[in-house]
């Protein structure tokens, strides 16, 4: 279970995915040098909860799935997804954190402070909860479909039988 609030087993709806998409080109540009150094890519995906808004960010190996990446979770809570501007809100500040997250990991080459649990962090005067770990986000999903239809979202489901 990928999300920090839910109580079901049932994974959430997905983020908009152009919305992903755009945040995921944004990282990979900004951190293109880090990228190409080390060999590695940026992977954006989200869920969206009745209990909270999901992102993750996951920092991948380019040539093998299975070396460790670095992934940052985002969560916040129902009052920051009320309304359309505090949506709006809500994905500016993950986006901002998600840049000082890695703005810190890549100045320090000897950066180790992952951070298994779910933790509070204010920014913009609004309270966020992240975590930062080894997880390999793909891996987990394909572990999501191995528990089969009961497990997944059912936009995930309509997706996979269309290919």
């Not at 087993?9 to 990228?35: F, H, S």
């Not at 920051?80 to 703005?103: A, C, P, R, W």
């Not at 572990?143 to 089969?148: E, I, Q, S, T």
Request: hydrophobic share 35%.
């Amino acid at each position: 279970m990928l999300a920090r609030n839910n109580t079901s087993r049932k994974n959430g709806k997905m983020i908009p995915l152009d919305w992903a998409e755009g945040v995921n080109r944004l990282l990979n540009e900004t951190y293109q040098a880090e990228c190409k150094q080390n060999g590695r890519y940026f992977d954006v995906y989200g869920q969206i909860f009745p209990q909270e808004l999901l992102l993750v960010v996951s920092y991948l190996s380019e040539k093998d799935e299975y070396i460790s990446p670095i992934t940052c979770f985002l969560s916040c809570e129902p009052e920051q997804m009320m309304t359309e501007e505090k949506v709006k809100e809500t994905q500016k500040n993950f986006i901002d954190m998600i840049g000082l997250f890695f703005d810190e990991i890549f100045a320090d080459a000897d950066w180790n402070e992952f951070e298994p649990n779910w933790q509070e962090i204010t920014h913009n005067n609004q309270k966020y909860f992240y975590k930062i770990t080894r997880e390999n986000i793909n891996l987990s999903l394909e572990a999501d479909k191995l528990l089969g239809e009961d497990f997944l979202d059912e936009e995930e489901i309509e997706e996979e039988n269309e290919h």
